[in-house]
């Protein structure tokens, strides 16, 4: 779950520079015309949000497939998980594993865009949907959808998608897997971490909703005519996630180990989906940038660079953590910090560059 109090600063931020232009209303039509003239085109980043929403789709078609032929196993031993496993272990544990591998698949094609899609508000939904809505237990940031499985079975806004499939076929959420009995998918005697045996009736009934809702999202993608407006919003709105990344990091496995509160960000590290949004976001930027220049073409170079240093900062994380690096949780408080320190200040100064040229940013 990511909050995205972004605007709020945004909005302060305008007030300090220009009151006035903080009430624009342009329309998107006319945005576009402007940004046009400027020499600005935006082609670019509806055509890499449409290669992601693409893979996406296809990602998901697969794992919904593989999750298909799982609950078609489970239902041909009468949902007999014992059974499953001594009758057909080595079969289950290709599929549950398949799963795996096709949800680290999926997963990479929906972050590298998540700074488009939770960043623009006609798109935003869908990043609530698929990967930051929270539980019933939250409502106010809670999905909005039910799921009802093949036996009857009626799950409650029960989280986002990524989380969903990610617990699941690893097995971090025990309500979602198969009851009374040990995964002991290689048949060693001992229960490893990733060996999942997963209700086959919610996992069949959770991979076709990520299927339908990421095949949603694609459709609306090619509908999305980018502004300017958008740009800067999703610049604005997404930068300034940092803290709350970095915290769900410290809770993870990768920095907490079997410590970890923290069910998701297992299949990789949140290091990676960190790294992913922030090079979505040095797209975007380096589309917009001709027509930021033309409020302060000094100030515009400074961003970028700003942007790009804490897309290096991230990355080398990441790169030093798959290198065999450990990380404390008192470090990844500091790293936090200093990267939700960068993420603000480039955020301000985009907040800046909006007011100067008239761009009202919208609410996410």
């Known amino acids: 779950m990511i909050a995205r109090p972004a ?30 003239a400027n020499g600005v085109d935006l082609a670019a980043v509806k055509a890499y949000l449409l290669e992601h929403t693409e893979r996406l789709a296809s990602d998901s078609a697969s794992l919904r497939a593989n999750a298909e032929a799982y609950y078609r196993l489970a239902k041909s031993v009468d949902f007999d998980y ?57 409502p106010e940031n809670a999905v909005p959808f039910d799921l009802e ?15 969903l499939i990610e617990t699941t076929a690893f097995g971090t959420e025990p309500k979602y897997q198969a009851k009374g009995v040990k995964p002991d998918l290689d048949g060693d005697g001992k229960v490893e971490f990733a060996e999942s045996l997963p209700d086959a009736d ?21 509908g999305w ?13 997404m930068t300034p996630t940092m803290s709350d990344m970095f915290e769900a990091w410290k809770n993870s496995r990768a920095v907490a180990g079997d410590k970890a509160t923290e069910k998701a960000f297992v299949a990789a590290s949140r290091l990676q989906d960190i790294a992913d949004i922030l090079g979505g976001l040095v797209l975007i930027y380096d589309n917009v ?38 990380y404390t949780a008192e470090e990844a408080d500091t ?27 919208e609410e996410s």
């Open 149 to 163: 499985t093949p036996a009857g079975r009626t799950y409650k806004q029960p989280g986002n998608f990524n989380y």
């Open 289 to 326: 940038e001709p027509l930021v220049a033309t409020a302060d073409r000094e100030q515009a170079v400074q961003t970028r660079q700003s942007l790009r240093k804490l897309l290096d900062f991230a990355a080398a994380l990441r790169d030093r953590e798959a290198g065999g690096r450990k």
């Open 7 to 36: 605007l709020a600063l945004a909005a302060a931020a305008c007030s300090l520079v220009l009151v006035t232009s903080c009430g624009d209303d342009k329309s998107p039509a006319e945005q576009r015309a402007s940004t046009t």
């Open 225 to 237: 005519q980018p502004s300017p407006s958008d740009a800067l919003t999703a610049l604005v709105v």
């Open 82 to 138: 014992a059974r499953l496993l001594d009758d057909r272990r080595a079969e289950t544990s290709r599929l549950v594993h398949q799963g795996q591998r096709d949800f680290v698949k999926a997963n990479p094609a929906y972050e590298e865009m998540e700074g488009v899609v939770a960043g623009v508000p006609s798109l935003a939904d869908y990043d609530v949907i698929i990967d930051a809505g929270g539980d019933a237990s939250d």
């Open 202 to 222: 919610f996992y069949v009934t959770a991979a076709r909703g990520f299927e339908k809702y990421s095949r949603e999202l694609d459709e609306a993608a090619r």
């Open 335 to 361: 790293l936090g910090s200093q990267a939700q320190e960068r993420a603000e200040a480039i955020a301000g100064q985009i907040t800046q560059a909006a007011a100067k040229l008239d761009i009202q940013l």
